[in-house]
């Protein structure tokens, strides 16, 4: 093992990221205040469009992973880099529809705070999964890792 990679020789990552996105959601919905104007059908239609493209985003992601025989989870070994399906266009589509399913879970329940945590879980799923991510894939797979990342863009 070295200095990117975890025990079972993926990156190193500590927490499942998916716990930041639960856990920001969670303490979104108890926070007071921060409540979103109750406009019904049009939120109603914003925040299910919102979760429709986390699903799908996210759900083609993971399908792609396990058309190659890859785990999701950040700290098991890649054994291919994946660069179709929607890592065309953005390197962390899992994130990315995480990231919208929590404010599309907050735009439906009109908590604004659900919203901001969601780009606050990123935020730290940047740092503590991403970030380490990225480094244990340069030091795997080199210069056509280097090229994908001058290729596409890490989010949107």
């Known amino acids: 093992m070295n200095e990117v990679q975890s025990r079972e020789g993926g990156a190193r990552v500590r927490?499942?990221?998916?716990?930041?996105f639960v856990g920001t959601l969670?303490?979104?919905?108890?926070?007071?205040?921060?409540?979103?104007?109750?406009?019904?059908?049009?939120?109603?239609?914003?925040?299910?469009?919102?979760?429709?493209?986390?699903?799908?985003?996210?759900?083609?992601?993971?399908v792609c992973f396990r058309r190659t025989?890859?785990?999701p989870a950040p700290w098991k070994p890649s054994p291919e880099l994946v660069v179709r399906g929607p890592f065309r266009?953005?390197?962390?589509?899992?994130?990315?529809?995480m990231t919208l399913l929590g404010m599309g879970v907050g735009v439906l329940?009109?908590?604004g705070w659900m919203i901001a945590l969601a780009l606050a879980a990123?935020?730290?799923v940047h740092f503590f999964a991403v970030l380490p991510e990225e480094a244990y894939l340069a030091d795997k797979f080199g210069e056509p890792y280097r090229s994908y990342l001058a290729?596409?863009?890490?989010?949107?």
């Open 151 to 156: 290729r596409v863009r890490r989010y949107l």
């Open 15 to 20: 927490v499942p990221p998916p716990l930041y």
């Open 26 to 62: 969670l303490i979104g919905a108890a926070l007071p205040g921060l409540r979103l104007a109750t406009g019904g059908s049009p939120r109603a239609i914003i925040g299910l469009l919102l979760i429709a493209a986390a699903l799908l985003l996210g759900g083609a992601a993971v």
């Open 69 to 71: 025989g890859q785990d």
């Open 89 to 97: 266009f953005t390197r962390n589509p899992m994130y990315v529809g």
């Open 122 to 124: 990123l935020l730290a």
């Open 109 to 111: 329940a009109a908590r």
